[in-house]
């Protein structure tokens, strides 16, 4: 099986699995209880929030553990809108391609009475500075931008947008989910006041994650209870998680460099690779895209019959149309950067892992190269587009 399906999860890594296994069976204790037992588990939460925090240049107390990326944006984004109320400033600003967990708490917030603005994202799948700045008002009360798409791959300029907000004097949050352990990051260089992540994104386990708030940011919470996490997250802490997720990113990200210069070349063969195919077209920029991002829309052909012919071929991958979440819309992010809904329905992410050989690459694209043709061989678009009735788009 060759899977490369990373953007959707990750496989946990060795020294994850380690981690997390001795622990549950050595570290169960309650980390609020004050018995040995107890603190010897406070001592592995305290080290891992210390682990997380130096990977993105944070401080410690900075950083507080949640069950995963989507509530960590729902309480960046919650913070924001309650810091806002109180001020009397009911404007945000994001843009048309973030993950639902960002666009439906938006939803939600404009429901009560907030005013949403989203940003264009270009066709290459990039929202630029000038952008967020004119966007700006003076009741704006937050600006949030993903460090980097889920679906297209595309890095936003964010030290650009977070240099903005400062000025202006708006909290910026990123969505870094897809970002954080596999491009460089530092939240006081790159202007960030809120930040999240999640573990299964990077080679830790699902279920954990967390949300980086800069000194002076006072976080709401979406869980109310106990005092865990300094009273802004209640609920006993997962401790075996939480230190597994913190062995992932520390060694994803001691191996960034080389994993880049790898990816970056598998990428790159990939696409070249793919482009061969006539009528087919990369989505969003070609470089200023994660090092394992491959997403490509292919005329004439249904994105969920290629997954299932590749699945077929023993390759685990994904489409942007969401037929598999029962819903009949193309992705909103393929929309979002200017996609026709029925190329939106063609289209395949492959997001690779850093251990993907050049073997591999080349099986994807001999095979993506005959499904394509396979399934355009019956496709009545197809036909159409062959005898002139329809008018090629890619
Ligand atoms: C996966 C993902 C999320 C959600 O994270 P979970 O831990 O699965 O809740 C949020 N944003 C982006 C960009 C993602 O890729």
Same mark, same amino acid.
């Given at each position: 099986m060759i899977? =490369? #399906?990373? /953007?959707?999860? %990750?496989?946990? $890594?060795?020294?994850?699995?380690?981690?997390?296994?001795?622990?549950?069976?050595? !570290?169960?204790?309650?980390?609020?209880?004050?018995?040995?037992?107890?603190?010897?588990?406070?001592?592995?939460?305290?080290?891992?929030?210390?682990?997380?925090?130096?990977?993105?240049? =944070? #401080?410690? /107390?900075?950083? %507080?553990?949640? $069950?995963?990326?989507?509530?960590?944006?729902?309480?960046?984004?919650?913070?924001? !809108?309650?810091?806002?109320?109180?001020?009397?400033?009911?404007?945000?600003?994001?843009?048309?391609?973030?993950?639902?967990?960002?666009l439906h708490t938006l939803e939600a917030l404009k429901k009560e009475g907030f005013d949403i603005t989203l940003l264009d994202v270009h066709e290459n799948g990039i929202v630029l500075p000038e952008q967020v700045e004119e966007a700006i008002r003076d009741d704006t009360c937050l600006v949030t931008v993903m460090t980097a798409n889920n679906e297209i791959g595309t890095i936003q300029p964010i030290r650009e947008i977070g240099a903005v907000c400062r000025r202006r004097g708006v909290l910026f949050h990123t969505d870094a989910v897809q970002a954080v352990g596999h491009i460089p990051l530092d939240v006081n260089a790159d202007n960030i006041d809120m930040l999240s992540?999640?573990?299964?994104?990077?080679?830790?386990?699902?279920?954990?994650?967390?949300?980086?708030?800069?000194?002076?940011?006072?976080?709401?919470?979406?869980?109310?209870?106990?005092?865990?996490?300094?009273?802004?997250?209640?609920?006993?802490?997962?401790?075996?998680?939480?230190?597994?997720?913190?062995?992932?990113?520390?060694?994803?990200?001691?191996?960034?460099?080389?994993?880049?210069?790898?990816?970056t070349a598998m990428r790159d063969r990939l696409i070249d690779?793919?482009?061969?195919?006539?009528?087919?077209?990369?989505?969003?920029?070609?470089?200023?895209?994660?090092?394992?991002?491959?997403?490509?829309?292919?005329?004439?052909?249904?994105?969920?019959?290629?997954?299932?012919?590749l699945d077929d071929k023993g390759i685990c991958a994904s489409s942007g149309s969401a037929c598999t979440s029962g819903s009949l819309d193309p992705s909103h992010v393929l929309l979002a950067i200017g996609r026709v809904h029925d190329v939106a329905h063609g289209s395949l992410r492959l997001s690779i892992a850093e251990d993907v050989t050049e073997e591999e690459i080349d099986y994807i694209v001999t095979s993506v190269r005959e499904v394509v043709e396979y399934l355009r061989g019956f496709s009545p678009i197809w036909r159409d587009l062959m005898a002139g009735k329809k008018e090629f788009i890619l």
């Open positions: 899977y =490369a #399906d990373n /953007a959707a999860t %990750t496989n946990m $890594s060795e020294a994850a699995i380690q981690t997390m296994t001795t622990l549950l069976r050595e !570290a169960w204790g309650n980390p609020s209880s004050l018995y040995e037992h107890g603190q010897r588990a406070k001592e592995i939460l305290e080290k891992a929030r210390e682990d997380v925090a130096a990977v993105i240049g =944070a #401080d410690p /107390a900075e950083i %507080t553990f949640t $069950s995963g990326g989507s509530e960590a944006d729902n309480q960046a984004i919650r913070t924001a !809108a309650a810091l806002g109320r109180k001020q009397g400033k009911f404007h945000i600003i994001s843009t048309a391609f973030e993950h639902h967990a960002v992540a999640s573990a299964h994104k990077f080679h830790g386990p699902k279920g954990v994650g967390f949300l980086y708030a800069k000194k002076g940011v006072r976080l709401a919470n979406l869980i109310e209870g106990g005092a865990q996490e300094r009273g802004k997250r209640a609920g006993t802490e997962n401790v075996p998680g939480i230190a597994a997720m913190a062995a992932a990113l520390t060694e994803i990200h001691g191996k960034m460099e080389a994993n880049t210069a790898h990816l690779g793919l482009s061969q195919i006539p009528h087919a077209a990369l989505n969003g920029d070609a470089k200023k895209r994660l090092p394992g991002n491959v997403n490509f829309c292919f005329e004439g052909i249904e994105g969920e019959s290629l997954l299932l012919l």
